[in-house]
């Protein structure tokens, strides 16, 4: 569980470009969809769709930008990339786990970032990489 007596969100998403079906798990052990593709030890996922959106539209690959509901199946605690090195708390809801995220639906319709909100984010990731900062640990 997250690490304090703050209200656990009722819905997860997961922000990606890969291809997936309901029922399908999402697991670490896998390559990022960030950065340098390193193989990532956690999955990560938020209570936020904004969040979410954030994730689809920075995800590496050709693929559709998608938003999946998701459950996990094992115990979670809050992303420490974000939580308390940025955003102290956790504000953004972002979480992080050991164990699969279940698939229990796909968010159909939601809007993007505008193209110049996206510029920003996506020149703010580069200039960290280039500092040496990888986004997933």
């Known amino acids: 569980m ?17 291809d997936l079906m309901s029922g399908d798990l999402i697991a670490a052990g ?3 969809n960030y950065g340098t593709r390193k193989r990532a030890s956690w999955v990560y996922f938020t209570g936020t769709l904004d969040a979410a959106i954030w994730g689809a539209e920075l995800a590496v690959g050709d ?13 979670i605690v809050d992303d420490s990339n974000l939580t308390d090195k940025k955003f102290p708390g956790n504000p953004t809801q972002s979480y992080r786990s050991r164990e699969p995220l279940r698939i229990t639906g796909e968010v159909m319709e939601w809007q993007g970032h505008s193209p110049e909100r996206l510029k920003e984010m996506k020149d703010r ?4 990489r280039a500092q040496g900062v990888e986004a997933i640990d």
């Open 2 to 18: 997250p690490s304090d007596d703050r209200t656990t969100p009722a819905r997860f998403y997961h922000g990606t470009r890969a």
């Open 30 to 32: 896998y390559s990022s």
């Open 63 to 75: 693929g559709r930008q998608r938003i999946y509901i998701v459950e996990p199946t094992g115990p």
């Open 125 to 128: 990731v580069e200039r960290a």
